[in-house]
């Protein structure tokens, strides 16, 4: 195949620029949306299924580029001796996901990771004074099942996020009940995030 020669410089150079702009455009319209879609877009349709209602078996399946270890679920703050299981890639852990006794549907989804963002900007990492700028009404309080970790939830918010926190680390100050007091350390990370299941988007 031969290759057409220009004999004025100008005119060359414009063609090696069009060259690299077209390429650029292939670039960017093509394989960047597509690699986005493997990563962003797979984590948000995983949140979606788990709202809309998804078997455990058939969730699993759907999710393959991992793979899924069984862990006790009281080690992400549920009063359970049953077994979830966490979705690890790449020896890291992105999420848990499991049953009720007896039920075949997901009951939740924990986010552990900050590759994965929920809620258009808010993450595992992101602050609970990121999430109380989105949700300025949104509700502080502490667990009072073990005082392990503190949380927050807003209405017409389909999430919870967690902070592991110590006695004298708290992000807030609480009653004896558990409900805020005053609000202290709002600066303090994100641990987990939790997303039920069974309810529409």
Known sequence: MSTRKYENPSIAML???LYKLIGVLWLTTFIVPTMMLGQEGKTYSSIQEVRKGITLQAFKKKHTNGV???KPLYDYGIDSEAMGWVFVQQGK???VVWTKAHDIVVEEII???SNITVDGTI???SSFADFLHRYPKATVALD???EAYEYA???HCFYTIEALTQPLQRIGEYNEEG???KLLAPQHRIDRIRIKGHTQP
Do not use: C, E, H, R
């Open 179 to 181: 409900t805020l007091k």
């Open 144 to 146: 009072m099942v073990d």
């Open 93 to 95: 852990p992105q999420y």
């Open 15 to 17: 063609m090696k620029f």
């Open 68 to 70: 899924f270890i069984p």
């Open 153 to 155: 939830t807003a209405l």
């Open 123 to 125: 993450k595992v990492g």
């Open 111 to 113: 986010i552990l990771s």
